[in-house]
């Protein structure tokens, strides 16, 4: 079982179509960690969200950590294909950063 | 500034043998996080190292160790490889003191293939 789980898994889109990617966990956590990792290249963070209810964005992609601090979820607006990629949440637990399994995002032109 | 180097990039190993993959973190940065990741357990927590000490250990077997050096270069070491140790191990430091809490940046990984 793993600790933060995400769904979808995998998801196939057009350009242009909205998605959002959920991180959850029956875990608490003090903050969570975006990041997207681009085939053949290591994981780059994109936003840490530490309040819960807190909301961030960055471009066309909004970030929400929830009330409980036990879930977040990752908006993208008008997706392009240059948003293809694998998308992990992480949180902190024991001293250690530890990874949902990912979504794998493909944006079709 | 330059990011994280890890070598080599891919080998090929079998069944029995022993591999040695490297990490040179980030200039500044003395904390050294490892992970493996494959397709079916997504990234899973090696070991982390700061100031040449083990801070936090993931729950893989003995076979897989590692170490820091005084110039915060890391290696870590598996021995008598099982098929199941194919994965991308990939490296992150991170500038932080209290361990992998803060920003990880990674390396483009070691990608092992056990026949």
């Known amino acids: 079982t793993q600790l933060l789980e995400q769904s979808p898994q995998f998801l196939s889109i057009q350009e242009g179509e909205n998605l959002t990617v959920y991180c959850n966990s029956s875990s608490v956590f003090s903050s969570l960690q975006w990041y997207r990792q681009e085939p053949g290249e290591g994981p780059v963070l994109l936003v840490t969200?530490?309040?819960?209810?807190e909301v961030k964005k960055l471009k066309r992609l909004t970030f929400q950590f929830g009330d409980a601090r036990k879930d977040s979820s990752l908006h993208i607006t008008a997706a392009q294909p240059g948003d293809t990629g694998l998308y992990l949440c992480?949180?902190?637990?024991?001293?250690?950063?530890?990874f949902g399994q990912g979504t794998e995002l493909s944006v079709k032109p | 500034k330059a990011g994280v180097t890890q070598t080599p990039r891919y080998l090929i190993k079998t069944r029995g043998q022993q591999v040695t993959l490297s990490c040179s973190p980030i200039s500044g940065h003395r904390s050294v996080s490892w992970y493996q990741q494959t397709p079916g357990q997504g990234l899973q927590f090696l070991f982390e190292?700061?100031?040449?000490?083990?801070?936090n250990k993931g729950n893989f077997p003995g076979r897989f160790s590692g170490r820091q050096f005084s110039n915060s270069r890391s290696e870590m070491n598996v021995s008598t490889l099982e098929l199941g140790d194919s994965a991308l191990y990939l490296c992150?430091?991170?500038?932080?003191?209290?361990?992998?809490?803060?920003?990880?940046?990674f390396g483009e990984g070691s990608r092992l293939t056990v026949l």
């Open positions: 992150a430091s991170s500038p932080e003191g209290g361990g992998p809490t803060g920003e990880l940046f």
């Open positions: 969200v530490v309040t819960g209810g």
């Open positions: 992480a949180g902190v637990k024991g001293g250690k950063l530890i």
């Open positions: 190292y700061f100031s040449e000490t083990q801070r």
